[in-house]
Antibody
């Protein structure tokens, strides 16, 4: 059964950095765009970033210039390097798979059909 | 950015009754070259990640009960649960994937009356 497992969350001070990881299993990882979506406790969903199969990257307005997404197909993993973290970045971060199996580069247009359980990031002094 | 607005914020429905959830986008999410609406619906139960229910505005994801249906085009969309069951208690989100940044609506909380 296809699965996504996130790791790397934790407590970090404002202005600090953190790197999230997501490990995939039981699907052809290299054929799918991958994304990060976050959720503040008790609130709604916010798309953070996505990466296509050709390595093209996309970012939400609130994280552009501070976060960097990458992928490593050999390890079936994606990463989210977060810098200059703010209190507003405190959330549960979900790794998600794009719905469409791709044959080439995309424009980031995805729904999400597979979700991990999330990893909690807390930004606080 | 495309803003997604859901209504109502919460909805209480009796078991077996119909539930109608609405989603409106600030601009059309209909891609005219293929006449597809880039709109998805998700269900999120407490303590769980969201689950994809509907994509292309009206296509049910595999395994989703047929009491769930999606409709609409352009800027106005509806998720209908034809006969609400106890296990349908959740928050429902719409999402546009027409353009980045991908955006979600604020959610509709469905409860049993």
């Amino acid at each position: 059964e296809a699965q996504l497992v996130e790791s790397g969350g934790g407590l970090v001070q404002p202005g600090g950095s953190l790197r999230l990881s997501c490990s995939a299993s039981d699907f052809i990882f290299s054929n799918y765009d991958m994304h990060w979506v976050r959720q503040v406790t008790g609130k709604g969903l916010e798309w953070v970033s996505g990466i296509g199969i050709a390595g093209e990257t996309y970012y939400g307005d609130s994280v552009k210039g501070r976060f960097n997404i990458s992928r490593e197909n050999a390890k079936k993993s994606i990463y989210l390097q977060m810098h200059n973290l703010r209190a507003g970045d405190t959330a549960l971060y979900f790794c998600t798979r794009g719905l469409f199996e791709r044959r080439g580069s995309s424009k980031g247009d995805d729904a999400f059909d597979l979700w991990g359980q999330g990893t909690l990031v807390t930004v606080s002094s | 950015d495309i803003v997604m607005t859901q209504s109502p914020d919460s909805l209480a429905v009796s078991l077996g009754e119909r539930a109608t959830l609405n989603c409106k986008s600030s601009q059309s999410v209909l891609y005219r070259s293929n006449y597809k609406n880039f709109l998805a619906w998700y269900q999120q139960k407490p303590g769980q990640p969201p689950k994809l229910l509907i994509y292309w505005a009206s296509i049910r994801e595999s395994g989703v009960p047929d009491r769930f249906s999606g409709s609409g085009s352009g800027t106005d969309f509806t998720l209908t649960i034809s006969s609400v069951q106890a296990e349908d208690v959740a928050v429902y989100y719409c999402q546009q994937y027409y353009s980045t940044p991908l955006t979600f609506g604020g959610g509709t909380k469905l409860e049993i009356k």
